[in-house]
């Protein structure tokens, strides 16, 4: 092999060339000292390369290719020369601490991930405390013997499942629902080991990987029925099923009318591990609408073999305003994260005491005046009135916070009520701070304990978690106690 080969082309993947090279020019291959600096000088490339690979979440595929290509050369020319000892005495030695050091470092290039990221001067803060407080508040409403499931879907409602779900086992959730296979994968990737269902449709190619992750299914039709027994077939393992019922959402859910017949034949499939029923209530606020649900739900119940079944049909709100002895189970969902449903305005309404969970912060990266007449953002929606001192903050909402919320919300700086100005923009908005002893750095809190997104929630005529839901991942979470 050619010593010049190696300095002459830059790129990795020369080795294969080099190959060729040896080709040509075998007698060039017996010299002892070519070998060695050949060797060292590929393992020397091949660490290089499966470091990058360790510090890249995904590995490009080139990158991969190269490694590739190092690997082959160093174990070609071994296995040519007979070094294959001497190789693995140099990977021993030289190797081994550089893939543990790179390890380590990955592991805390993710811990570090988990935290406020540096790059950001808008955040969004989770009280796990508080979290675990509303979760113990609820079980105590919660009768005996009755289990819980904790509903983390849509990221916990924008709360980030992964990191409270931890605190949510360990404050009395039995097991935990999600929306997706996705979502209920990166929980097992967390190593989360509890029981944890899909609540909304999973599509039918998809049973399988359901499967392999032991997450447990709804399943509501034929179709569904097929699949589990084709995974099933597959991989020898029961998918783990709940039946999912339609009483009156018309969304998913086998029919009241066919539901008996079909869940006997879930009972009876013997490729199946049948562990429940269940339903939604879509009008939990309205005490005669529900009551048609329940009354649907335990007509069902009443014709069908429950034993070893989990059956759960009220939700947070349901669970504040009704008792269905048809069920032993309930889903603890909003509150939770400290925030209560709609709920009826007649009758018996157990409400625990729950506990803000989530806070709105920003940094002011900008302090300048505004003259008398000057406008504020895009459109000029807020114009100055005398000379007004105007900070921004960058938080828009790119970041979850919805432009209809323009001029219409407040922000607390250094304790005092500070307003929103102008149009909020995609990724920054404005705030009047005139009379505020302030400097650059300082927090503009948006939503607190005092602040609740209740408020934003009634300016725009929508509910509380969807205003949650919206806020991106690209805002850091910062989990506090």
């Given at each position: 092999?050619?010593?010049?080969?190696?300095?002459?082309?830059?790129?990795?993947?020369?080795?294969?060339?080099?190959?060729?090279?040896?080709?040509?020019?075998?007698?060039?291959?017996?010299?002892?000292?070519?070998?060695?600096?050949?060797?060292?000088?590929?393992?020397?490339?091949?660490?290089?390369?499966?470091?990058?690979?360790?510090?890249?979440?995904?590995?490009?595929?080139?990158?991969?290719?190269?490694?590739?290509?190092?690997?082959?050369?160093?174990?070609?020319?071994?296995?040519?020369?007979?070094?294959?000892?001497?190789?693995?005495?140099?990977?021993?030695?030289?190797?081994?601490?550089?893939?543990?050091?790179?390890?380590?470092?990955?592991?805390?290039?993710?811990?570090?991930?988990?935290?406020?990221?540096?790059?950001?001067?808008?955040?969004?803060?989770?009280?796990?405390?508080?979290?675990?407080?509303?979760?113990?508040?609820?079980?105590?409403?919660t009768p005996k013997g009755i289990k819980l499931l904790a509903v983390v879907k849509a990221?916990?409602?924008?709360?980030?499942?992964?990191?409270?779900?931890?605190?949510?086992?360990?404050?009395?959730?039995?097991?935990?629902?999600v929306a997706s296979i996705d979502e209920g994968v990166d929980l097992r990737q967390a190593k989360i080991n509890c029981e944890i269902l899909v609540l909304g449709a999973v599509p039918v190619w998809a049973v399988e990987t359901a499967v392999k992750s032991d997450i447990t299914i709804a399943i509501f039709s034929k179709e569904h029925l097929e699949a589990c027994k084709q995974a099933y077939e597959r991989t020898g393992i029961k998918p783990k099923v709940h039946v999912k019922l339609d009483t009156g959402m018309n969304r998913i859910g086998v029919s009241v009318d066919?539901?008996?017949?079909f869940i006997k034949e879930v009972r009876n499939a013997d490729y199946l591990d049948f562990r429940g029923v269940f339903t939604h209530l879509a009008n939990a606020e309205i005490r005669k609408k529900t009551q048609i649900q329940i009354d649907r739900w335990n007509k069902v119940i009443s014709q069908i073999d429950t034993d070893g079944l989990l059956l759960h049909i009220l939700n947070t709100a349901g669970a504040m305003c009704y008792d269905v002895p048809n069920s032993n189970m309930r889903r603890a969902g909003i509150g939770i994260y400290g925030l209560y449903p709609d709920l009826p305005t007649d009758g018996e309404v157990h409400k625990p005491e729950l506990k803000p969970v989530l806070s709105l912060k920003a940094r002011i990266v900008n302090i300048h005046e505004a003259k008398d007449g000057e406008g504020v953002s895009y459109g000029h929606t807020f114009t100055a009135h005398g000379t007004r001192k105007i900070a921004t903050v960058p938080l828009g909402y790119a970041d979850g916070v919805p432009r209809?919320?323009?001029?219409?919300?407040?922000?607390?700086?250094?304790?005092?009520?500070?307003?929103?100005?102008?149009?909020?923009?995609?990724?920054?908005?404005?705030?009047?701070?005139?009379?505020?002893d302030t400097q650059l750095g300082d927090v503009i809190t948006l939503l607190d304990e005092t602040h609740s997104i209740d408020k934003w929630a009634n300016i725009l005529g929508t509910i509380n978690y969807e205003l949650t839901c919206r806020l991106k991942v690209r805002l850091p979470r910062v989990y506090t106690r």
């Open positions: 092999m050619c010593s010049l080969c190696i300095a002459r082309i830059p790129n990795p993947c020369h080795l294969i060339l080099c190959v060729q090279c040896h080709k040509h020019s075998p007698t060039k291959l017996t010299l002892k000292n070519e070998y060695f600096s050949h060797v060292h000088t590929y393992i020397y490339m091949f660490l290089t390369l499966l470091l990058a690979n360790l510090f890249q979440s995904k590995p490009s595929f080139r990158l991969q290719i190269r490694s590739f290509f190092l690997l082959y050369s160093l174990m070609y020319n071994s296995i040519l020369h007979r070094k294959i000892l001497s190789d693995v005495k140099i990977i021993l030695k030289f190797f081994l601490p550089l893939l543990c050091f790179g390890i380590i470092l990955k592991l805390m290039k993710n811990v570090r991930q988990t935290n406020i990221n540096i790059h950001r001067d808008s955040w969004v803060e989770i009280n796990l405390e508080n979290i675990s407080h509303n979760m113990r508040a609820i079980r105590k409403n990221d916990a409602y924008g709360h980030g499942s992964v990191m409270i779900a931890p605190t949510l086992l360990a404050s009395g959730a039995d097991m935990l629902g066919n539901a008996v017949e209809g919320l323009s001029n219409k919300i407040n922000g607390i700086l250094n304790g005092k009520e500070v307003p929103q100005i102008g149009n909020i923009t995609m990724d920054q908005m404005m705030f009047d701070i005139t009379g505020v």
